[in-house]
């Protein structure tokens, strides 16, 4: 058996090819940065080039790519994708449903959404990538640049809600904001999408179709996907400016907002070689997670809790199966909750450093990158 990994700018590539020299598989990899995930016939070419030689059984890819999969269709070959996104950053899903197609999930509610629609779509955890970043050193100069009390590393989730909005009708502006109201309180559960129904997404169309002359139409994946954005937005607005009129935080993101002035804008940080030491510097990591994210847990909490980092997180219904609350990851419900356990881990050192060496310790023993190829290629053989 002989594997082909597509690689791009992505995050988890040195674990998963760490994974399969442990599990000697034999792979090459190919490397091609794409611009439209969906539209590239130079990148279908050379795939079919590589396919041609028939010595590849397995072509891998971190997300799903559309194109791999029409491809590994024609020559009956096994395409496996494991997807870190939430949601799938791409228009038309009907590859999924491929015959040699098989894509994996780290969030169980959106596995048994994608089930429901008749795609083989399968659940499997993301993992934490422990040997390369554990080795990360951090020296004197990184602790001025980068310690702070409190970190988010992420985006601030800029959003053309605001234009879309502006062509409805009072009742329709209402009723979004209801909805984003209601989902922005909850946390362990996602209802979003059942409140998007085809009526109002007629609606909403008929609206732009006379404000901007049918050039822009939208499909409830969309709304729902610009909804949640939203609310991810409002969320760690709101997180951030009380936090910052209280504690020392630092934002490591492309985005910025002069209204949170509080704050240390910092600037977007190499995933390989600067994270790491953000997260082993910050007495405290924020994960706010992206609203789309059902139950599963998102990448960055892994990636903090890889690099020795203490994780207060949302609560998300997979990170109760998964980890001991309060011993090895802390959660919050809500807003005033998040800001007494962000005061109250402040001032107790010891506790905090000792949860935060307990998650370090159950990502080394059930998120191992070898584990989870294992599965991937045990499901193809």
Known sequence: MKLLFWQWHSFMGKGVERALRKLEVEYDTFFYQMKDWEEDEIFA????????????????????????????????????????????????????????????????????????????????????????????????????????????????????????????????????????????????????????????????????QKAWNGNIAVNKREVEFLLASEITRRERFEILSLLSNHFDVALYSGDSDAHLNKLRHKSYVDYYSVMPKVFKTSAINLNISLKTIRTGIPLRILDILASGGFVLSNFQEELAEYFKLGEEIITYGDLEELYYLTDYYLKHEEERKCIAANGLERVKKDFRFEDRMRKMIEDVL
């Not at 996104?85 to 999930?105: C, G, M």
């Not at 993992?127 to 951090?138: H, K």
């Open 45 to 208: 070419e050379q795939l079919e080039s590589r396919l041609a030689t028939g010595q590849y059984n397995i072509v891998f890819s971190i997300n799903f790519n559309p194109i791999i999969s029409e491809v590994c269709e024609m020559h009956h070959i096994a395409y496996r994708a494991w997807v870190y996104d939430s949601p799938i950053h791409i228009r038309n899903l009907t590859p999924l449903k491929n015959t040699y197609t098989k894509a994996y999930f780290f969030d169980r509610g959106q596995v048994l959404e994608y089930q429901k629609n008749g795609i083989a779509a399968e659940y499997l955890p993301l993992a934490a990538d422990v040997e390369t970043f554990s080795s990360i050193a951090v020296s004197e100069q990184d602790r001025k640049e980068y310690q702070s009390e409190i970190s988010l590393v992420g985006q601030l989730y800029q959003t053309v809600y605001p234009q879309y909005e502006a062509p409805l009708d009072a009742y329709e502006k209402g009723y979004l904001e209801g909805i984003m109201a209601a989902q922005k309180m909850v946390y362990g559960g996602y209802f979003l999408p059942d409140f998007l129904t085809d009526e109002l997404i007629r609606k909403m169309n008929a609206a732009y």
